[in-house]
Nanobody, 122 residues
Framework: QVQLVESGGGLVQAGGSLRLSCAAS????????MGWFRQAPGKEREFIAT????????HYADSVEGRFTISRDNAKNTVYLQMNSLTPEDTAVYYC???????????????WGQGTQVTVSS
């Protein structure tokens, strides 16, 4: 069982940056791939980024490639999402996820956080 708690969301101007954090409970954090999804009002939930067990491999959606960076600290049971060059189109609720995989980045997501709101003003 893994419990995920996101933090770091808020209001930022276009062109600005935010860093989201996700703290995971339990002693098996390093055995899960971690990731981020987002959901904007009226839109479907969208995959953003994922990182493998060691943190050595990552995968991003085309919409955030080059602007967002996912990282993890297994000693702190925490995964991060650094978001740069934000635009109003990045406004959404951002969800932290944990899952297992046989072949990265094809992860089966089993655990979701409650989400944190990110709002980018123009």
């Amino acid at each position: 069982q893994v419990q995920l708690v996101e933090s770091g969301g808020g209001l930022v101007q276009a062109g600005g940056s935010l860093r989201l954090s996700c703290a995971a409970s339990g002693r098996t954090f390093s055995s899960y791939a971690m990731g981020w999804f987002r959901q904007a009002p009226g839109k479907e939930r969208e995959f953003i980024a994922t990182i493998n067990l060691s943190g050595g491999s990552t995968h991003y959606a085309d919409s955030v490639e080059g602007r967002f960076t996912i990282s993890r600290d297994n000693a702190k049971n925490t995964v991060y999402l650094q978001m740069n060059s934000l635009t109003p189109e990045d406004t959404a609720v951002y969800y932290c996820v944990a899952g297992r995989y046989y072949s990265f980045p094809h992860v089966t997501w089993g655990y979701w956080g409650q989400g944190t709101q990110v709002t980018v003003s123009s």
